[in-house]
């Protein structure tokens, strides 16, 4: 990749046009860190860059930038520009090209965001971002109260290369950033679900919510709904939290995020779609918290009825009796409805949470039979027959042949329980023998019509 854009470089120079790397790839490259992608920054403006190579992308031709691919890769190309009119505390639609390039590491964020490095590997550094590296800060290029001013996006980055680099932020930058919180609420909600995600996929995932709760910068991300956590001080947090950076999977750390909250799945759901989360990341998320709330139902029922122990204590739809003293059978019962993943992401979440109980704190009854699923929990799905209907040896039209019946409700109705008897060990997974256990619930289904 660094080969290709020195050869990129090194065509636009023959050219007799300037060119260096610019940004984030000069300050990975600076901090030993693996460069994501080059920016390229030129005074050639972009038509000039498309006619030097064969294969280009005009990706944001209004903000001078034009994509080169070269040997695969892609890299942003940028005529040196200047941005003036921001509106709405936004970055302009339009841009200003300009000649030179102080002028264009001049509008750019943070001092170690505005180098730049020629050809011959010379770095371009007005604003000392290598200074500032190298004492680990954040500074705002120029006056900070106008760079947030004019941006509302930068506070946001600004935590998120604070915490991702374990970096401080300057006193006047921060002082500004907290003056200028409220115009967070300006900037689109996709781009702050990319910084949020960035922050909270990191090294300091614990740091990012901290910084954001400090700022109250959260306060200002209009999700029309008012979470605890949002008005939480970093004093409030549970403390299982600072463990989040265990969670390998980012989702896994919003779930156990949106967990602390104790919000229900409704409010989280709609809390992560405002924030433009995709559905499949959804998917993930959202039954984790589903599942601890039927887990919760589960276990209270079941010491509910061990209190009153010939009351009807059949769960719905299990053909077994679901008891404390069986937890194993509440867990298959989950594995059925929730699905293997999101078992384990919720034993890895659930984990956490008991890692950071006192260990003087006395455990209810409850707690203790999340400890015995957390014990166990791997081995039971280790050990599960069947989990999916699709594994199931039987599938809705046998039934429909076996008893001569028109479709209707029963079919689905009798896989499920099916399904069950499979995974609990009340039949054994083979057609036949499904086939005879169907035919108690058919004989069941008669006396009721
Ligand atoms: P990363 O790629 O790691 O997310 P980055 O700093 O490279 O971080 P990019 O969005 O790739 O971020 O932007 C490349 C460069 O463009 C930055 O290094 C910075 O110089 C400039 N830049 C990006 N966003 C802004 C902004 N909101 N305000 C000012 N300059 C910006
Ligand atoms: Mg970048």
């Known amino acids: 990749m660094e080969k290709s854009a020195n050869q990129l470089l090194d065509k636009l120079l023959a050219n007799q046009y300037e060119a260096y790397l610019v940004g984030g790839c000069v300050r990975d490259r600076l901090m030993?860190?693996?460069?994501?992608?080059?920016?390229?920054a030129t005074n050639a403006l972009p038509e000039?860059?498309?006619?030097?190579?064969?294969?280009?992308?005009?990706?944001?031709?209004?903000?001078?930038?034009?994509?080169v691919m070269l040997e695969g890769v892609a890299f942003e190309v940028t005529t040196f520009r200047k941005e003036s009119a921001y509106e709405e505390h936004r970055r302009p639609q339009q841009v200003e090209f300009v000649s030179d390039l102080q002028e264009d590491l001049q509008r750019r964020d943070f001092t170690m965001n505005a180098m730049a490095i020629d050809l011959k590997g010379t770095v371009i550094d007005p604003f000392d971002g290598q200074i500032d590296i190298a004492q680990k800060l954040v500074r705002c290029v120029g006056n900070p109260n106008e760079r947030f001013e004019e941006d509302a996006l930068r506070l946001l980055r600004c935590i998120r290369f604070a915490v991702n680099y374990g970096f401080r932020i300057e006193q006047a930058t921060w002082e500004a950033l907290l003056q200028h919180a409220h115009l967070l609420k300006f900037v689109a909600m996709e781009r702050v679900r990319v910084e949020l995600e960035k922050m909270l996929a990191g090294d300091n995932p614990y740091q990012a919510l901290e910084l954001l709760l400090d700022s109250q910068l959260l306060k200002y991300v209009k999700l029309e709904l008012q979470f605890p956590f949002i008005k939480w001080k970093t004093?409030?947090?549970?403390?299982?939290?600072?463990?989040?950076?265990?969670?390998?999977?980012?989702?896994?750390?919003?779930?156990l995020l949106f967990y602390s909250m104790q919000t229900t799945s409704d409010k989280a759901s709609r809390a992560?779609?405002?924030?433009?989360?995709?559905?499949?990341?959804?998917?993930?998320?959202?039954?984790?918290?589903?599942?601890?709330?039927?887990?919760?139902?589960?276990?209270?029922?079941?010491l509910q009825a061990k209190r009153t122990p010939d009351k009807n204590d059949h769960v719905a739809?299990?053909?077994s009796r679901v008891s404390v003293d069986r937890p194993d059978l509440i867990w298959k019962q989950a594995a059925i409805q929730f699905g293997k993943d999101t078992l384990l992401d919720w034993l890895s979440i659930k984990q956490i949470e008991f890692s950071e109980l006192a260990s003087n704190t006395s455990l209810d009854l409850k707690q203790s039979v999340f400890i015995v699923f957390l014990r166990s929990g791997n081995e039971w799905i280790s050990e599960m027959p069947v989990e999916t209907l699709s594994e199931l040896d039987l599938i809705g039209s046998d039934l429909l042949t076996h008893f001569d019946m028109p479709a209707g409700p029963w079919v689905s109705e009798f896989l499920q329980r099916l399904l069950l008897d499979a995974a609990f060990g009340n039949a054994r997974n083979q057609k036949n023998h499904l086939l005879k256990r169907a035919e108690i619930y058919r004989k069941e289904l008669n006396k009721h019509e």
């Open 317 to 319: 739809l299990s053909s």
């Open 32 to 40: 030993h860190k693996p460069v994501q992608d080059f920016d390229i």
């Open 272 to 302: 992560l779609k405002k924030l433009t989360f995709s559905s499949k990341q959804l998917k993930v998320i959202i039954p984790i918290l589903n599942l601890e709330i039927w887990l919760h139902e589960q276990i209270d029922h079941a």
């Open 48 to 67: 000039q860059v498309m006619e030097l190579f064969s294969h280009t992308i005009p990706t944001g031709l209004k903000h001078g930038t034009v994509t």
């Open 235 to 255: 004093a409030d947090l549970p403390v299982y939290l600072r463990k989040l950076s265990q969670l390998d999977n980012p989702l896994l750390r919003w779930a």
